[in-house]
């Protein structure tokens, strides 16, 4: 689930209106990429970060503007040329626009926003529509209404439900925003970003300290093991679940592991450490990592062999988990497993 709208909700419930700030497409190179929010709260307090620096800056500027006029605005910011209205000198050398808009604290957007929330805790893709401007006409207000999966409409406008089936077959599996014009207006459709989840097998030290990163960087975070006194909510008070088992042959009998998903082995033993192994082999797993030495590896990896498995099935693995740079404390650790799940992430995108 998204920390930033999980705190929009949050602001909206209390009655707190707050200002915006999308990114609706960027060119070249740029610190952030379409589809990045910021939250302006009318204390001038940010939440979230479209990349910071003069970018930031003057957006947030623009936000407490937005509290007094409640205009909505569209900003374009060029990273490559000096000297104009909304250029800023910075090395990027990109061109971003920014949609920063005024989000009322009325029912209609606590509920968009509610269910947006919901959709995504059960890891339902949703896509979120924001009608702009006329054609030839000001942006004054951003209006919006949030398509469910099941086809299902919420918001203060509504769409045909043609046009709803037809947005939902194009873009419901995208992962960038886009900007569309249908009948001389603009349309904002953001595909809903459902995180991946990472499945920690095995509660020990270095799974504790993995759960709060992963969880920092957006993966839903589910930590299992056989042992309720390691596997229980007084250790892992960030992760989404914790799951305690009989045994580790029987862990993965109500998983749903897809290719979003990523299985990291760090077990208190060689021998959980490859039956976990082995079932993982057994699903579509996007990631697959064990901890352990070459010298373990090539023996878990020769007894697999021998099990029937291939040089192909072992080459899904990452083992020695994490990035190679000498980590030797758990939290050294994790932080080398989480880089790892992150270019991991970021190649799968591509």
Known sequence: MSKLEQTLCQLLEKGESVVLATILSQVGSTPRTAGTKMLICSDGKSIGTIGGGLVEAEVIKAGAEIFETTYAQVRTFDLTVAGTADSIDAICGGRLKVLIERIE??????????????????????????????EGKPLKQVSRCLIMDDGSLQGDFVLPASLSETLMKKYLRERMPVV?????????????????????????????????????????????????????????????????????????????????????????????????????????????GMIGSKRKRAAVYRALLDQGFTSQDLNRVHSPIGLSIDAETPEEIAVSIAAELIAARAAAKQ
């Open 105 to 134: 604290a009325n029912p209609t957007n606590l509920q968009i926003f509610q269910s947006l929330l919901t959709s995504l805790k059960k890891g339902k893709k949703s896509l979120l529509v924001a009608a702009l401007e006329e």
């Open 180 to 288: 569309l014009t249908l009948e001389n207006r603009r349309f904002l459709v953001e595909p809903t970003f459902v995180p991946g989840t990472v499945y920690i097998f095995g509660a020990g030290h270095v799974s504790q300290k993995l759960a709060v990163l992963t969880r920092m960087i957006d993966f839903r975070t589910v930590v299992l093991d056989d042992r309720e006194e390691f596997a229980n909510r007084e250790r892992f008070r960030d992760a989404d679940e914790v799951k305690v088992f009989t045994d580790f042959e029987e862990a993965f009998s109500d998983l749903e592991i897809d290719h979003d998903s990523y299985v990291v082995i760090v077990t208190r033993g060689h021998r959980h450490d490859k039956t976990v192994l082995v079932n993982s082999l057994g699903t579509k797993a996007g990631y697959i």
